[in-house]
């Protein structure tokens, strides 16, 4: 898979996304990743990548013509069209559901938002779908294209070495994941669970279920709606 950043800080993403699970899955040949940093875009000799608002209001919104040409540069292949995704507080919210359809595009384009907005008008030419990660207000869209691409990258096949680990995760069949333990047996007066060391793997099975339910209900009854 194939996912390009355009974005005004390039710099803070390899840290990030060079390490780990994303790091190894990239070494993998599973992923590659390129950043376009919009002010290579930009207008005069301060390379001006925004300008006031028609109609007033606080803030600059970045302009169409600037994000184009950056999004032309990715795309320069004649009737190639990439996904492309806005990160957006007024997007649509992120899910589980959402990565897993993301994680099967060839090629993903991620256009991290900044200031007040995005000209409407590149919206409208250029993005397939607004995302956002939450009901609050970010700088910037740079760490919702972080946490998109975590999630995403993830679930490509062959990027996690126990693939059959995303099948027993959160959010899966609507339920939260239930309590997890590790040794030691006793930690501060706190057992175990006798039914986890039992080696009775359908009673262990049943268990889960039934604490992924309860957890669920306590936590996120609105998952149990849908």
Same mark, same amino acid.
């Given at each position: 898979?194939?996912?390009?950043?355009?974005?005004?800080?390039?710099?803070?993403?390899?840290?990030?996304?060079?390490?780990?699970?994303?790091?190894?899955? &990239?070494?993998?040949?599973?992923?590659?990743?390129?950043?376009?940093?919009?002010?290579?875009?930009?207008?005069?000799?301060?390379?001006?990548?925004?300008?006031?608002?028609?109609?007033?209001?606080?803030?600059?919104?970045?302009?169409?013509?600037?994000?184009?040409?950056? +999004?032309?540069?990715?795309?320069? /292949?004649?009737?190639?069209?990439? +996904?492309?995704?806005?990160?957006?507080?007024?997007?649509?919210?992120?899910?589980?559901?959402?990565?897993?359809?993301?994680?099967?595009?060839?090629?993903?384009? /991620?256009?991290?938002?900044?200031?007040?907005?995005?000209?409407?008008?590149?919206?409208?030419?250029?993005?397939?779908?607004?995302?956002?990660?939450?009901?609050?207000?970010?700088?910037?869209?740079?760490?919702?294209?972080?946490?998109?691409?975590?999630?995403?990258?993830?679930?490509?096949?062959?990027?996690?070495?126990? $693939?059959?680990?995303?099948?027993? $995760?959160?959010? $899966?069949?609507?339920?939260? $994941?239930?309590? &997890?333990?590790?040794?030691?047996?006793?930690?501060?007066?706190?057992?175990?669970?006798?039914?986890?060391?039992?080696?009775?793997?359908?009673?262990?099975?049943? +268990?889960?279920?039934?604490?992924?339910?309860?957890?669920?209900?306590? /936590?996120?009854?609105?998952?149990?709606?849908?």
């Amino acid at each position: 898979m194939k996912i390009s950043v355009i974005t005004l800080f390039p710099e803070i993403f390899p840290q990030v996304l060079d390490s780990s699970i994303l790091g190894r899955a &990239q070494k993998k040949g599973k992923l590659a990743i390129e950043y376009i940093n919009l002010r290579n875009f930009g207008e005069g000799a301060h390379k001006v990548v925004d300008g006031r608002p028609y109609g007033g209001g606080v803030g600059m919104v970045l302009k169409a013509d600037i994000l184009a040409k950056a +999004w032309k540069s990715i795309v320069q /292949i004649k009737d190639y069209q990439p +996904w492309t995704a806005l990160m957006s507080a007024s997007g649509s919210p992120f899910s589980q559901k959402k990565a897993k359809r993301l994680s099967k595009l060839k090629h993903l384009i /991620i256009v991290c938002g900044h200031y007040e907005g995005v000209d409407q008008r590149f919206i409208e030419n250029y993005i397939d779908e607004e995302i956002s990660i939450g009901d609050y207000i970010l700088t910037g869209g740079e760490l919702p294209a972080m946490v998109v691409i975590d999630t995403l990258v993830r679930l490509i096949p062959g990027v996690l070495e126990k $693939e059959d680990a995303v099948k027993f $995760e959160s959010f $899966e069949k609507n339920l939260l $994941e239930g309590p &997890q333990y590790t040794r030691p047996e006793e930690f501060e007066k706190l057992k175990v669970p006798k039914v986890l060391l039992s080696g009775n793997h359908q009673e262990i099975a049943k +268990w889960r279920k039934e604490k992924s339910l309860e957890k669920t209900k306590k /936590i996120r009854p609105d998952l149990l709606k849908k």
